[in-house]
């Protein structure tokens, strides 16, 4: 009896634990999931703790960790279906179109919609949005620098009224501050204290300039993410590289980088994967030797679970944690 006892005990532990662990990947895509498109250009999650997920050619998707919701051209206001970038203020979700301009929706059934046509934005090709303390937005466009929209009204920044070197600005990060980070297919820019600064004013020794992202660390940093060479850790008066001479790997860039909750760096490549640095050991995954389903990689994100969210170009999105995935 005693025996039949404890072989009963041991059977239910065994099932609970198995049922207990956690996965460390997840992955969706368009035959798992409520996901239109495999083509994912970021994820982003709200205050509330909702997913918004930007796809290329798919329109825009919520997801609260079950439920999946879709807005596109044909059954919402959003303008255009390739989302290029979100932010949240005051309860919307500010949209970035390429080739539809800007949206801001509060998450039910009401959107605001600025484009060429109604308002004097200036470009509907929008690669990045931010918002100020000022609840200001800030676009970088395609090819007519940075919009600024306060109310109803839109302010233009370009090579002709700015020390912006390039009309097309890729990435706007707004820091703790209030301070602004502009990167451009050309030299990074920077407003600090309501002045305008240049590389040069802020000792930034780019390794190529052409960036494609900018994003902050827990303790202020900033970390550069460029187009060719690599990415660079920032803070504020000295930088730290890592470049593809320490991987002994041919990338060709990083369109985003990002870090986790365990002050590691994690920055996708467009072609060759992920790259996971602490600054002192870097480490590459990719389809051969991890399970991320595309090498190709547009964005990374890391939630307040520290899920880390792997947009893909093909595959997707792939979502790894060490302690197990949840939501």
């Known amino acids: 009896m005693v025996f039949r006892k404890y072989l009963v005990l041991f059977v239910i532990l065994l099932f609970d634990n198995s049922f207990s662990q956690k996965n460390l990947w997840i992955h969706f ?44 051209k044909d059954n919402s ?81 370009d090579k002709t009224n700015s020390i912006l070197t390039d009309n097309k600005v890729t990435y706007i990060l707004i820091d703790k501050d209030d301070n602004k980070y502009l990167a451009t297919q050309s030299e990074l820019a920077f407003i600090i204290n309501n002045v305008w600064k240049s590389e040069k004013d802020l000792n930034v020794d780019s390794l190529d300039h052409v960036a494609y992202w900018i994003s902050e660390t827990g303790d202020g940093k900033k970390i550069f993410s460029y187009k060719y060479n690599g990415i660079v850790l920032y803070d504020g008066k000295n930088f730290t590289a890592l470049d593809k001479k320490n991987i002994n790997n041919d990338i060709e860039g990083f369109y985003s980088a990002v870090e986790d909750k365990n002050k590691k760096i994690w920055a996708g490549s467009f072609g060759q994967g992920i790259i996971i640095w602490d600054c002192k050991n870097v480490e590459l995954w990719n ?6 389903k595309d090498d190709f990689i547009f964005n990374v994100f890391v939630d307040s679970k520290n899920n880390k969210w792997i947009s893909t170009y093909f595959g997707g999105i792939s979502i790894y944690n060490e302690n197990g995935v949840e939501f």
């Open 29 to 72: 895509d368009s035959t798992n999931s409520g996901l239109p498109s495999n083509t994912i250009r970021l994820v982003t999650q709200d205050p509330k703790g909702n997913y918004w997920i930007g796809t290329w050619d798919a329109g825009l998707i919520k997801f609260d960790g079950s439920k999946w919701s879709i807005y596109n």
């Open 77 to 157: 206001l959003l303008p255009h279906n390739c989302v290029y970038s979100i932010a949240f203020h005051n309860g919307n979700i500010i949209i970035g179109t390429m080739g539809g301009g800007l949206a801001i929706f509060d998450g039910n059934s009401n959107w605001k919609i600025y484009n060429e046509k109604n308002s004097n934005i200036p470009q509907d090709w929008i690669y990045s949005v931010a918002v100020d303390k000022q609840s200001r937005i800030w676009i970088g466009t395609f090819s007519e620098g940075i919009g600024i929209l306060d109310g109803d009204s839109w302010t233009k920044y």
């Open 287 to 292: 389809k051969s030797n991890s399970s991320i």
